[in-house]
């Protein structure tokens, strides 16, 4: 009973919380200068299609593969404003939903080379939530007006548990023979790299539960993937080993820096 009526009055402060947000901020499109138009978001396909009229010769050499590109691409059209009585809040460049593109490379038992492309969006759990209310949640909060700035800040925190969306639009890594898109403000997302489904988070049984770096390193030799996490409180910079077959945390140290810095 009593979790039911906490629920209730969670629910019930979202709405209120929601309300307030409609009422009060308005979500505008932000201009794309020129030189920013290749930076456009691209439909989702979400299937494999088959590429024709290639030009050119593939080494004999060549290995069958795939080669995946991480990058942003906003959910909504385009990288958005949020202007309010607080003034104005705005998205900056390395925001938007990851979307892997991925070029597929097969060859047949007489040697003839096919191509294929897919696209999808990473499902990552705050895109979910989006694609459900089915429009922009998520205030911007990273650049604008600084009282624009504090009220985002602490209204995305109450409604949503966290400032700002899972990006994972950075980098693709593979480790322990699995895949995972990540961005440094998150957990590393699993990956499927044949139909680009996402998977659940990578939080190694619970033992990592920080942001993840973009670009981990595998130890020479050990092929022990050295991780790190770096975040806004404390402890703002911890250090992490993860096993050669991805399936346990093996080392994990607080650095401990006095102060955060985001570079």
Not at 53 to 65: K, L, M, S, W
Request: net charge negative; aromatic share 12%; hydrophobic share 40%.
């Amino acid at each position: 009973m009593m979790i039911n009526v906490s629920k209730t009055i969670k629910s019930a402060t979202l709405r209120i919380l929601d309300a307030f947000v409609d009422s009060i901020f308005q979500f505008v499109d932000q201009p794309v200068l020129p030189s920013q138009r290749n930076f456009l978001p691209v439909e989702e396909i979400g299937h494999i299609v088959q590429i024709e009229g290639i030009v050119g010769e593939i080494p004999a050499d060549f290995p069958e593969g795939v080669y995946i590109r991480n990058g942003a691409n906003p959910l909504w059209g385009g990288l958005k404003s949020a202007i309010s009585v607080f003034g104005r809040s705005n998205h900056v460049w390395i925001e938007g939903e990851g979307m892997l593109h991925a070029l597929y490379f097969t060859k047949d038992i007489n040697g003839n080379w096919s191509f294929s492309y897919n696209n999808r969006f990473v499902e990552s759990q705050t895109f979910k939530m989006e694609k459900q209310r089915n429009k922009p949640s998520y205030l911007p909060a990273l650049e604008g007006d600084s009282p624009a700035i504090l009220a985002t800040f602490l209204l995305n925190a109450f409604r949503f548990g966290d400032v700002n969306k899972i990006l994972s639009n950075t980098n693709v890594f593979e480790h322990g023979g699995k895949y995972y898109s990540i961005a440094e403000n998150y957990l590393a997302q699993e990956i499927d790299i044949s139909s680009l489904s996402t998977f659940d988070d990578w939080d190694l049984c619970g033992a990592w539960c920080r942001p993840f770096t973009s670009h981990p390193k595998k130890a020479p030799g050990t092929g022990q993937l050295v991780i790190m996490g770096v975040d806004a409180v404390k402890p703002y910079y911890v250090v992490g080993v993860v096993s050669a077959d991805g399936k346990k945390l093996i080392h994990k140290a607080d650095v401990k820096l006095e102060r955060y810095s985001c570079s």
